[in-house]
């Protein structure tokens, strides 16, 4: 089977920019629901047929307040992550490039109002000491962050995705740059397509037009709908790999949760795929910083909305980020996600310094709950079973866009998503760790490959031959 997908040609027309949520349509899904244990438990099922659910099954979910169902709710999420997605968890790690904002989000601490935050801005000398930092730690795939400023625009964000491409350090390399910055214009996202980014991620924040309005005080920011049609813009710019997410925090967790599979549903009616990712950061306490404190979401609920999300879009990435503690994300990883950030350091040229002893959060954006190195946490992946992976094959390989989805192509997943998984954890153990975990890694590969040998009777020796060149020296092999 021929496996590089192009996306489209120019596919946008003007129509499918106007904004698609309607607040009244969501509070009326929800206030209707009325989950009954064969209702919720028909939903479950559904999905762990593999079947995306609408909002109105979600909303079941969402509401069911019953503690034996909701444990069913977790209990569904982990059998469909173990069966759709494997024990595979992508690494990555955020790089911040600019924290100087015109925007004024009053949960942030980058806020233009606060006179606290010290600004930098990266130069090239300082960017390029910080990917050869994560690039000695191990590090293969990035999300470069920004605030919102003139200064910060597509010419920069590209600039800086080239420099950070061009980085090598030992067998060290930068193979997938992701970004997470402000919406662009069709002609800013054409520029930085052409500098070879990823995903490019943008939070709605919140789906409720008059909770933004009252976090987002001035600004561009300020404007919901260029915000909300800001990946319409992308996709039409050909950048048919993006990150979508809202901030749990801000407004009813509920209604979050259906106005992101709102968004879903728009992607896949307009352009035939769905997003990439969905990320669900929580508020975290940050520099000067106001919220409204009737919205915080406590861990158990968070916890059920990542079981919900995954059951409600069985094929669509999970990202779970540091601001969570690595208990929680113990927890939660197992729910469904897919991909988390590891040896996480937000301080603007963190990476670079010799030590960190606590987070300053007047030179950051928020407080993390994870800083544990990128070693213990994936020593911790190993000690789980879990398979670390540092995979960047699909989007290099042009395996992105509109008939690609990883989960949804059957056998893809061992033949390529496993396979290249074993492959970057065996280049991580030769390059950066230590004896002990070298030893534990390996442990770890030797049955992986048996499982794909007796279990799915895949034949294991074209992967072998790689694992063995790995040893030799050689790098970047995948399938
Ligand atoms: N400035 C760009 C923007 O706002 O789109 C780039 C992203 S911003 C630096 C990254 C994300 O951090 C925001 O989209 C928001 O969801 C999140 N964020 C901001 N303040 C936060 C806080 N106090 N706790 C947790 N996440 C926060
Ligand atoms: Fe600026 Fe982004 Fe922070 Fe808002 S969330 S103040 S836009 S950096």
Redesign the pocket.
């Known amino acids: 089977m021929k496996m590089i997908y192009k996306p489209q040609e120019y596919r946008i027309k003007d129509e499918r920019m106007k904004p698609f949520i309607d607040e009244s349509e969501i509070w009326e899904i929800l206030d209707s629901a009325e989950p009954t244990k064969e209702n919720v438990r028909a939903v479950i099922q559904k999905s762990l047929a593999k079947n995306r659910l609408s909002l109105q099954e979600t909303a079941l979910l969402l509401k069911t307040e019953d503690p034996e169902l909701i444990e069913e709710i977790k209990a569904g999420a982990r059998t469909l992550k173990e069966n759709v997605y494997g024990d595979r968890i992508v690494i990555f790690a955020p790089l911040?490039v600019g924290?100087k904002?015109v925007?004024n989000?009053t949960?942030?601490?980058?806020r233009a109002s606060n006179k606290k935050q010290k600004r930098t801005t990266l130069n090239d000398i300082q960017l390029r000491s910080e990917v050869k930092s994560l690039e000695d730690n191990g590090q293969k795939r990035l999300i470069l962050?920004?605030?919102?400023h003139p200064m910060y625009d597509a010419d920069f964000i590209a600039d800086s995705v080239r420099t950070v491409y061009s980085v090598k350090s030992g067998s060290g390399e930068i193979r997938r740059v992701n970004i997470?910055?402000?919406?662009l214009d069709i002609e800013g996202y054409k520029k930085v397509k052409e500098a070879g980014i990823g995903t490019y991620q943008?939070?709605q924040?919140t789906y409720h037009r008059e909770a933004y309005a009252k976090y987002h005080l001035s600004g561009q920011?300020s404007n919901f709908d260029w915000?909300l049609t800001g990946l319409d813009r992308a996709q039409e710019a050909l950048i048919d790999d993006v990150g979508i997410?809202a901030?749990f925090?801000l407004y009813d967790w509920k209604y979050e949760v259906l106005g992101l599979l709102r968004h879903v549903n728009h992607f896949e009616a307009c352009y035939n795929v769905g997003p990439h990712t969905i990320?669900f950061?929580?508020?975290?306490?940050?520099s000067d910083?106001t919220?409204d404190p009737r919205f915080e979401v406590n861990d158990d609920d968070f916890i059920r909305l990542v079981a919900i999300l995954r059951l409600a879009v069985p094929y669509t990435g999970l990202i779970l980020t540091a601001?969570e503690t690595k208990e929680l994300r113990e927890e939660v990883i197992k729910l469904g996600v897919s991909q988390i950030d590891a040896g996480t350091n937000i301080q603007l040229g963190g990476y670079s310094e010799e030590s960190r002893e606590e987070q300053q959060l007047d030179h950051e954006?928020?407080?993390i709950g994870d800083t544990r190195s990128l070693g213990e946490v994936i020593d911790e992946l190993l000690d789980k079973q879990y398979l670390p992976s540092f995979c960047t094959a699909c989007y290099r390989k042009g395996r992105t866009g509109e008939h690609f989805m990883e989960f949804s192509v059957p056998g893809f997943i061992k033949r390529f998503c496993t396979q290249n998984a074993i492959l970057t954890l065996a280049e991580y153990l030769e390059d950066y760790a230590t004896p002990e975990q070298k030893n534990k890694g390996y442990k770890l590969i030797d049955l992986k490959v048996e499982e794909l040998n007796q279990k799915d009777s895949l034949k294991v020796a074209p992967l072998l031959d790689r694992l063995e060149k790995v040893k030799e020296g050689e790098r970047d092999l995948y399938f």
Do not use: T, W
């Open positions: 911040y924290n904002c925007n989000c949960y942030c601490g980058f962050v920004y605030g919102e997470n910055a402000a919406p943008i939070f924040e920011k915000r997410g901030l925090g990320s950061p929580r508020i975290k306490a940050a910083s919220i601001r954006q928020f407080e």
